[in-house]
């Protein structure tokens, strides 16, 4: 195992790259359901988007359940992203540019994407042109395409620079908080 020197401050080795503790692993592990639900909200997405027939209210109300499901599951994980692993590292570099500034930007602009789907959903009336409804459904359409990748940053940057940054301490206690 490559093992790197984290620099003369620490005098830690950390670990080979790829390899996260047990907390950042937990929230890289919870982007796997979150993704498959993504990919399913999407592709329903992209079929109101190429055929008119399927351009329907039901389908938009499908894709309503559909989304509602995936909050409800991105939710808890957002705010433990925020609220514990971007307050953690935001202590080592800050919030006003880099890494941190970027997540929460991409967190604000996927749930504002997907604030906007809902709320047209549930203005809705009981008709609306096939254009109409592929305009709502285009809002999670942007969603799926900034939270795919979000994650992938999180994944490849965010995750292994707190595994870099984070004391054994602080590791054990992000773990804790997040449990």
Known sequence: MAMQQ??????????????LCPGLEQLKKEHIPLTQQMEDFFELTQVIEGNDKAATIETLQQLYKQVTSFVTELEPHSEREEGIVFEMVAKYI??????IVVMEYEHNQAKENLKQFMAKVEQMGETATPNEIRSIANHAA???????EHFMKEE???FPLAEQLLSSQEKQELTKKLN
């Open 156 to 158: 490849n940057v965010l």
């Open 94 to 99: 800050g919030r006003e540019n880099g890494p």
């Open 142 to 148: 942007t969603a799926y395409f900034i939270l795919s």
């Open 6 to 19: 984290l620099g003369c401050m620490s005098g830690m080795m950390i670990k080979e790259a790829g390899e």
